[in-house]
């Protein structure tokens, strides 16, 4: 299932790009994010091609558009001279066993106790590491997940969360 979303993830990225680079040919303007989210609704549903898209979570399509977005956005930025740092190049296509396996998920019932992770779509992960403090932090309404990137380094998944969290700032 995680080799899955991650799929999604990168078959979303390529086909949101081959779209923009058809969008730009014509009209020297890319699609946004919530534009191809649009676009996406309206294929799956008409391309035969595309009966899988209800495997995985939403959210793994939706934010790689949202990725796109942000790739293409700072390479126009970065051409420029307005973004800081190194020239960017144009987002270049995904390609399997070559990019990073890597999703995200933002909606949904994200939770975590003692060494488990529940997903949305992928239900109770086992975990090799304690996520105790975190689960402690969210029962007292201290902290509150934003989202989880789950991704794969060397044969091993990884989970990590993004947290809005209030912490007490010491006095001099």
């Known amino acids: 299932m995680l080799r899955s979303h991650a799929g999604a993830a990168r078959y979303a990225w390529n086909w949101g790009l081959r779209e923009c680079n058809k969008r730009y040919a ?44 942000r790739a293409l956005r700072d390479y126009g930025k970065s051409r420029k001279g307005q973004r800081n740092g190194m020239r960017l190049g144009f987002p270049k296509r995904k390609k399997k066993g070559r990019c990073r396996d890597s999703f995200r998920l933002s909606t949904g019932a994200i939770r975590c106790s003692g060494t488990t ?19 402690r932090r969210l029962g007292n309404g201290t902290a509150r997940i934003l989202s989880a990137t789950v991704s ?14 209030e912490r007490d700032v010491p006095g001099r």
């Open 26 to 69: 014509a009209e020297r303007k890319w699609y946004s994010a919530t534009e191809l989210h649009k676009l996406w609704n309206v294929a799956k549903k008409t391309d035969p091609d595309l009966a899988w898209w209800n495997q995985n979570s939403k959210c793994a399509y939706q934010e790689a558009f949202r990725n796109l977005d």
């Open 117 to 135: 992770v529940t997903l949305p779509r992928l239900g109770t992960i086992w975990t090799h590491e304690s996520t105790r403090k975190l689960t």
């Open 152 to 165: 794969r380094t060397a044969q091993r998944w990884f989970v990590s969360f993004t947290v809005e969290a």
